[in-house]
């Protein structure tokens, strides 16, 4: 499974941004999708996180301003990001848990990461 991220770059604070993130390969199933941050001189994070159902876990830190979304009929998964702050600058990655095929297990996916900077 390769996930294919996109919609990173640069914006001012109070802006807004949508990262895309478009799963292929051989997908039996995806469990959970989600996005990730990475910002430097820090551990990775949870930024959020969506079930193939449609329920949804944020972080403290994005409750209110950032939305994911996903379809699964096209094995994609979007964030809407919002309000914007430089605190939101990082490397985004994608991520999900899929199945190739109904016999083998679930692994865990990374894309390659997007940059967001969000300048003062």
């Known amino acids: 499974v390769q996930l294919q991220a996109s919609g990173g770059g640069l914006v001012q604070a109070g802006g807004s941004l949508r990262l895309s993130c478009a799963a292929s390969?051989?997908?039996?199933?995806?469990?959970?999708m989600g996005w990730y941050r990475q910002a430097p001189g820090k551990q990775r994070e949870l930024v959020a996180a969506?079930?193939?159902?449609?329920?949804?876990k944020y972080a403290d830190s994005v409750s209110g301003r950032f939305t994911i979304s996903r379809d699964n009929a096209k094995n994609t998964v979007c964030l809407q990001m919002n309000s914007l702050k430089p605190e939101d600058t990082a490397v985004y990655y994608c991520?999900?848990?899929?199945?190739?095929?109904?016999?083998?297990?679930?692994?865990?996916?990374w894309g390659q990461g997007t940059l967001v900077t969000v300048s003062s």
């Open positions: 991520n999900a848990e899929s199945q190739s095929v109904f016999y083998q297990p679930a692994y865990e996916y």
């Open positions: 390969g051989s997908i039996f199933r995806i469990n959970h």
């Open positions: 969506i079930t193939s159902g449609g329920s949804t």
